[in-house]
């Protein structure tokens, strides 16, 4: 019936049928009633769009109003389907207020009804690049550097129409970043530096995203020293909810850009990690520790030279934080720092705690939780323990200065002896075993004396590693070690302990059951014989 009576519209009709149809928008009663007239005004537009021209800044008022204070999913969208409608018909000055509307409601991160606001926005923009493109076309300026930024949504519908619009609209990654760089960066910063932490934490991914999809046009336009700088302001002070994504964003950062983050200060980087690794906060340790080693790895490559590479000296800087963490008893606290909670145990053990009824008289279920805590710490502190490896293995790969590495070898030896030891899990004994294989390296390249000196001991906990007869992958591991430390040897003349290594390397070659060891110690061994 309504199709055929649109057959009688008229302009005057249109006068008295726009304040009726907002009417209805607004106080219509009904699910079906709503989304009826929302479905109206779409066949309108199809039918008789001239007529709609006139009005179309009223009909978008009307849609907008009624869509942001809807709750029902399927009224929400007959009306923003409705207003993309509408927007095929509409002059280019009511377009550009829409968009321009759109655009302020998403970048308004700390209004008090943002939430629903962003997601009106986000729905019309997919709208219009589906049923409007043309329209959407013409302000590509405002709406793909909000595609971009939107596409690190935390809110997953609003990612997922965000990377639809990004994806029908951008020409390529980088070539639309050039175009827009200078938006995408102002509105990535301007997220950063919002009071609400999920808008923070889109901020802080939309800058690491814009230097991994387009690194060369980031370092090329100038634009690292900036984001650098605005993502370290934000590290230090309390650690809140979520803070840990804004390290993995610095390291990415560095990872795409190491020239010009070297530039910007190598040193200032590895410093803020290194304080923001110093956090008691087991989760954000980690999380600090594992952007620590990627930076060391992009600021000073493993094998570097002065001819080659920028070569840095970040040993002073990381290894006191390596050294306090991986040091007994360093971590063993309540934010559970290192690989084990043994101070923890042994207080449990004390007389104090055996009186009947548990620890200090609580019920079994306090102790079950109290024990469930303590099994957490530990486990937390046994991956910050290893993520500490992992610095130390990059930090000894990349060192610039052999007086640096030599004195701190002894102690960094030490380190991987502990780690590598049988009663340690095979995970850190793979990562004791790649900070051998770093330094041993290193210390080859760089000519240090008394590598001997430190390696000797490690021989039977190596060769325990070479021998564990469950886990392939630390066999393997220790393999490229030994193969490491054998070539580290070389110039040493008669040695029992490269002798050892040696034989050991033969035997995981012609024996051990595994093809992919006996490749590993093939390899080794060609490598360290030739």
């Given amino acids: 019936t309504l199709d055929l ?24 009663v009904g699910l079906n009633t709503r989304a009826g007239a929302a479905r109206f005004i779409s066949r309108l537009c199809l039918r008789r769009g001239s007529l709609v021209r006139p009005h179309a800044g009223k009909l978008f008022k009307s849609l907008l109003s009624a869509a942001e204070s809807d709750r029902s999913a399927s009224v929400f969208a007959a009306m923003i389907a409705a207003v993309a409608s509408v927007a095929r018909h509409a002059t280019e000055a009511r377009v550009n207020q829409l968009v321009e509307d759109a655009a302020v409601s998403y970048e308004a991160v700390d209004d008090d009804n943002h939430e629903r606001r962003a997601t009106l926005a986000t729905a019309l923009c997919l709208e219009l690049s589906r049923n409007a493109s043309d329209a959407l076309r013409d302000h590509a300026t405002k709406i793909l550097p909000l595609a971009f930024v939107g596409r690190f949504d935390e809110d997953e519908k609003r990612r997922r129409r965000w990377e639809e619009v990004w994806e029908e609209n951008a020409s390529g990654a980088s070539s639309t970043c050039r175009l827009y760089l200078d938006e995408i960066l102002a509105s990535s910063l301007k997220r950063l530096g919002s009071s609400q932490y999920q808008v923070k934490r889109q901020g802080a991914a939309a800058l690491a995203g814009l230097a991994v999809a387009a690194p060369d046009v980031v370092a090329g336009a100038g634009k690292v020293p900036a984001i650098l700088d605005a993502l370290l302001k934000e590290l230090p002070g309390r650690v809140w909810e979520g803070k840990e994504s ?67 000296d970040f040993f002073p800087v990381a290894f006191p934080l390596i050294r306090d963490v991986l040091s007994p008893g360093g971590g063993s606290d309540a934010d559970g720092v290192s690989g084990d909670a043994s101070a923890a145990a042994r207080k449990d053990q004390s007389p104090a705690n055996d009186a009947d009824g548990g620890v200090g008289g609580n019920t079994i279920r306090e102790m079950e939780e109290e024990a469930h805590r303590k099994a957490s710490e530990a486990k937390a502190g046994g991956a910050v323990a290893e993520r500490a490896l992992e610095c130390l293995a990059s930090l000894c790969a990349g060192a610039g200065d052999a007086a640096s590495l030599a004195a701190a070898a002894p102690a960094v030896a030490s380190f991987a002896g502990e780690a590598i030891d049988p009663s340690a899990p095979w995970t850190r004994r793979a990562a004791g075993l790649r900070v051998v294989k770093s330094l041993s390296t290193r210390c080859g390249q760089l000519n240090v004396s008394g590598i001997e000196a430190w390696l000797d001991p490690l021989r039977e906990s190596m060769g325990s590693c070479a021998n564990d007869p469950k886990v392939s992958q630390l066999r393997s591991v220790a393999a490229e070690a030994l193969g490491a430390s054998t070539r580290a040897l070389g110039s040493v003349g008669t040695s029992s302990t490269r002798d050892a290594f040696v034989k050991k390397l033969e035997e995981m070659r012609d024996g051990d059951r595994a093809p992919d060891v006996r490749g590993a110690a093939h390899r080794s061994l060609a490598d360290a014989l030739s």
Wanted: charged residues 25%.
């Fill in 5 to 28: 009576l649109m057959n009688h519209v008229d302009e005057e009709v249109m006068k008295e049928l726009v304040p009726a149809i907002g009417g209805v928008l607004r106080s219509g």
């Fill in 246 to 312: 804004l390290l993995p964003g610095v390291a990415d950062v560095v990872e795409k850009c190491p020239e010009a983050s070297g530039k910007f200060g190598g040193e200032t980087v590895v410093a803020a990690l290194v304080a923001e690794a110093s956090r008691k906060k087991s989760s954000y340790r980690e999380a600090a520790l594992s952007a620590l080693q990627r930076s060391l790895t992009a600021l000073a490559p493993p094998g570097g030279t002065k001819e080659t590479s920028p070569v840095c």
